[in-house]
């Protein structure tokens, strides 16, 4: 009898290629301003546009990361979610309106406070609205994609017109707060004051979620089941008291993402979030669905190309985003960091 | 014969055989029954509507496939009609090479579309097929040297089908024979021979396929049919048949524009009346289409006129909501309630009962 044959396992590092792999779309959007600098040509405005490309991407992103969280966690996929876009910036709206007297005044901090209300009313009701959307209108359909993109969408549509019952069919126009008008020069290139503060913003939103979800255990909760919903379940956690606390969660972000939309078109009506949706969904494909990484890096990437190509060619500028999602699924067909395995 | 004819697909209960041939009467003599030009023009809608919610119930009901492009096709179908007349100038050939080469680019673009997303998973197909399409009436709508942009185009067509063309020069049952009927019985025919043809192929061998992807997909492939050779290929059908009732349509109106053909609206429309019909039963369309436009056309002044009476015995509130503009707010709730309810619509609970 012969002994048994050494049994000596290593690990292997993988080699660096490897490691980088997921890393590589993080250098997409580098090289999409260089490209921009590029083909532009003048930097003054080249400066201006990726600023407003970078404003534009972090105000998507805000709408979207709710939305690809919620069909990670629970296969759903919410073709209403522009609604709460709306909602956010109808209520926010109208609380700004209603302040009048700080939005008018020039001092800052004023101003800050009726924003800061406006959002605050803006997210409270859009997380009722989507708890309520929850129970009422997805609950009964999980696990069944037709009839979830139907339900849902005949949600967008009663929400939008009661939006239109509440506050009647015509557009509302509006200024932004006094501190927040007009733009500033800064080598050469005027950039306006508000994309600033909502790169800012959405910056530091990005940089609380990725904390959330990496550092807390909620979010160690999230994610484990994103990637894997039995076995957490299995492991005793009630996943769908998680999933109804995203969705909320979720929505609320939108309604945040409805307001600074809504304050950088200086216009809303009931049909904005519908409109909005489609470059949503294209930065959740492009994304991979599930992933706020993956969300965080398209919505960038839509929003500088938008800019870019609007100031080259006009007429371009949708089509672009979708020739960019084109080529990204060309080259990573499941979005470009997914998570959700093909269902 | 007869039965042949609607490929062996009876309507298997009194009532709803008794309903569906009251629509098809009514559309069939509506010049004569329904004299007027706004009754003429609904029942044209009718007929149109029909097909383009059957075409997408092949793929929705079918195959069970979202699709958020529909509307991408119809108004392929209707400006290419609009572009061969006005560049072919005013002929029936210019009709037949629009609708032919619309019909031609829809399935070619359908192909595309499908062949790209439908590999990856299903649900991309809605997303993406939202994105396309928005895209695409965002380009029509600047493209406005070729297009017309938002004021999209107007343009003849053969004078046999306007009613300056006179046929007879006494009515006939009270109804002036000229060139508008004409062209009313071309929306009617050619809306009843697609018609035919897409009950035909849900039918045929071809879409029992379908209907097994959708009730199953993973194991239809593993019988061994390619899911993605029916699901492309059922996109492609019913790319061709949207864009033949769109051809219909801009024949009928003599004006194409982003309004009337693309908007996302009329997609909205195309669902409701699918799910309100029944989905999954091409005679789902027939009713689906018959109460929606009838709903759109007659319902809002109905609205009014409770908005009125409520208004003046002084109930706070609850005029807004029957205020005539609201009137989808209604479709909507009823939408969402079907899905949920009877997912098969008004033809699946008739049959039941059959």
Known sequence: ??????????????????????????LLIPVLIVLGFVSIGSPSSWLTLTVSGLAMGMMIFIMASGLT???????????????????????????????????????????????LLAVVAAMLATGIIGWGFE????????????????????GLIIVEELILVAWGPDEIFFTRPETLQGAFTFAGAAIERYRLVAVVFGLALFLAMRFVLRSTKIGLIVRAGVENGEMVQALGYRLRAVFIGV?????????????????YQEVITAHMGAGIMVLVFIVVIMGGLGSVEG????????????????????????????????????????????????? | MLIRLISGDTPRSPILAAILLIILLGLAFAPFVFPGTRSVDTAARICIFIVLVASYDLMLGYAGIVSFAHTMFFGIGAYGVALASIHMGRGFDALVVGSVSGAIAAAVLALVIGLFSLRVRAIFFAMITLAVAS????????????????????????????????????????????????????????SLIVFLILLRIVNSPFGRVLQAI?????????????????????????????????????????????????????????????????????????????????????????????????????????????????????????????????????????????
């Open chain 1, 295 to 343: 969300c965080f890096i398209a919505a960038l990437l839509v929003g500088l190309t938008q800019n870019y190509v609007a100031f080259l060619e006009p007429k371009l500028a949708l089509i672009s985003n979708i020739g960019l999602m084109v080529l990204i699924l060309m080259w990573r067909p499941q979005g470009m960091m997914p998570v959700v395995k093909a269902k």
């Open chain 1, 247 to 263: 969705f909320i969660a979720g929505s609320a972000l939108a309604g945040l993402g409805g307001v600074m939309w809504a304050l």
């Open chain 2, 214 to 354: 959708r009730e199953n997909d993973f194991r239809t492939e593993a019988i061994g049919y390619r899911v993605v050779y029916y699901r492309t290929t059922a996109t492609i059908l019913s790319a061709v048949a949207a864009s033949l009732a769109g051809s219909l349509f801009a024949i009928w109106l003599r004006y194409v524009g982003p309004d009337t053909t693309l908007s996302f609206d009329i997609m909205i429309d195309i669902l409701l009346m699918v799910v309100i019909g029944g989905m999954g039963t091409m005679y789902g369309a027939m009713i689906g289409a018959t109460i929606f436009v009838l709903a759109q056309n007659y319902l809002q002044n109905l609205m009014g006129a409770a908005e009125e009476a409520l208004q003046s015995v002084g109930v706070p509130l609850l005029p807004l909501f029957l205020n005539p503009d609201r009137w989808l707010l209604w479709l909507g709730i009823l939408f969402v309630l079907s899905v949920y309810f009877f997912p098969t619509g008004v033809v699946g609970r008739l049959r039941r009962r059959g």
């Open chain 1, 135 to 154: 129970k009422v209108i997805v609950e009964p359909v999980y696990g069944a994609h037709l009839k979830q993109i139907l339900v849902t969408m005949g």
């Open chain 2, 135 to 190: 895209a695409f009436a965002v380009l029509v709508s600047q493209l406005s040297n070729l297009t017309g942009g938002e004021d999209g185009l107007n343009y003849q067509i053969p004078r046999a089908l306007t009613a300056a063309q006179r046929y007879l020069e006494e009515p006939f049952f009270g109804v002036r024979v000229n060139g508008k009927l004409v062209n009313y019985y071309v929306v009617f025919f050619g």
């Open chain 1, 1 to 26: 009898m012969s002994a048994a044959p050494d049994h000596a396992p290593t690990i292997v590092r993988a080699g660096l290629r490897d490691r980088l792999a997921p890393h590589v779309p993080l």
């Open chain 1, 69 to 115: 969280l919620v069909f990670g966690l629970m296969d759903v996929i919410n073709f209403g979610h522009g609604a709460f876009v709306s909602v956010g910036a109808f209520v926010g709206i109208t609380v700004l309106l209603a302040l009048g007297g700080m939005t008018g005044s020039p001092s800052l901090a004023l101003n800050m406070a009726a924003l």
